[in-house]
Nanobody, 131 residues
Framework: APLAESGGGSVPAGGSLRLSCAAS????????MGWFRQPPGKEREGVAA?????????ADSVEGRFTISQDNAKNTLTLYLHMSSLNTEDTGIYTC????????????????????????WGQGTQATVSS
């Protein structure tokens, strides 16, 4: 798959998880990436995003607890989401996404949590936080 997440699992409240997303097939927009999540019974929401220059943005609910980063090695980019101080409201399916090339290539795309900015989506990985 062009975007492949891993690292989900079950942790107690207060614990940490690190999610990974391998983006090996995107040349143009793989540097403009984001994480989204869908809690049980709720709509998908943006969690964090990063642009070509390493600028980041976070949802208010995760600011200070989550960190998005990316690592480039050869032709494969790996996107990470380090999550700490987890609580039960962080439970959900976490999906990584790559922004539209038409946005990313301009070099002027600011990291965004708007789903419409993203054209490519992974399958998702489940993160469950127990009380």
């Amino acid at each position: 798959a062009p975007l492949a997440e891993s690292g989900g699992g079950s942790v107690p409240a207060g614990g940490s998880l690190r999610l990974s997303c391998a983006a090996s097939s995107f040349t143009y927009s793989r540097y403009c990436m984001g994480w989204f999540r869908q809690p049980p019974g709720k709509e998908r929401e943006g969690v964090a995003a990063i642009d070509r220059n390493g600028w980041t943005t976070y949802a208010d609910s995760v600011e200070g607890r989550f960190t998005i980063s990316q690592d480039n090695a050869k032709n494969t980019l790996t996107l990470y989401l380090h999550m700490s101080s987890l609580n039960t409201e962080d439970t959900g399916i976490y999906t990584c996404a790559a922004a539209r090339p038409s946005l990313c290539l301009t070099g002027r795309w600011a990291p965004s949590l708007k789903a419409e900015d993203f054209a490519y989506w992974g399958q998702g990985t489940q993160a469950t936080v127990s009380s």
